[in-house]
């Protein structure tokens, strides 16, 4: 109810759940888009995935059009296929600089191409939004985000993290999600 999301899974630390999450939502047919100074954790995430990624200079949204635009054009490059699934993944607010990312701008862009949207909301869980329930909140973004990831270890002041999303992804989580499914608390 908090994160205005059908579901939530929650996880040791905020590190598990990106790392938990980018590699069961994505694979090979898949396509990443990440900002340049996306946290540790959303990078590893993409590492443990078999998804090729790219990435757009930091809260560029032209240039993240421009790559979204050529994935929808071109599609994979070895076949020319379209991309099962195109993920744009961004921090909601960026842990060593602390400024917010354009998120109004990177949802229209990504619904513009048919993509999807994940956001680290690990540094704005407790700060931004109503009740500090983070930058999808604080820019109003309720139903337009497909997941959520935040910790409970810095503002909160408790130990964990989370993803909110749908039903659907909470199940496939449970199933998949390695940091999950290996090591619960």
């Known amino acids: 109810e908090f994160k205005h999301t059908e579901a939530v ?6 590190f598990t759940a990106n790392t ?3 590699p069961v939502v994505t694979g090979e047919a ?9 946290h540790a954790s959303i990078i590893d995430g993409m590492r443990l995935s078999k998804a090729p990624r790219v990435v757009f200079p930091h809260k560029d949204t ?7 635009r050529e994935a929808r054009e071109k599609g994979r490059p070895e076949t020319g296929e379209p991309y ?17 990312a354009p998120l ?12 999807a949207v994940m956001v680290d909301d690990a540094h704005a869980s407790g700060v931004l939004g109503r009740n500090g329930r983070g930058t999808i909140d604080h820019f109003d973004l309720h139903g337009r985000v497909h997941i959520q990831v935040g910790t409970l270890s810095k503002a ?14 909470r199940d496939m989580l449970i199933q998949r999600a390695r940091p999950f499914l290996f090591s619960t608390s």
């Open 84 to 100: 099962r699934l195109i993920l744009v993944v961004t921090d909601g607010v960026f842990s060593m600089d602390g400024d917010i």
């Open 9 to 14: 899974l929650t996880f040791q630390s905020g």
């Open 104 to 115: 109004p701008d990177i949802v229209a862009a990504a619904e513009e191409f048919g993509a």
């Open 30 to 38: 898949d396509l990443i888009v990440s900002d340049a100074l996306n």
């Open 156 to 169: 909160i002041g408790v130990l964990g993290g989370y993803v909110a999303g749908s039903q659907a992804l």
């Open 20 to 22: 938990g999450v980018i």
């Open 62 to 68: 032209a240039a993240l059009r421009d790559l979204l």
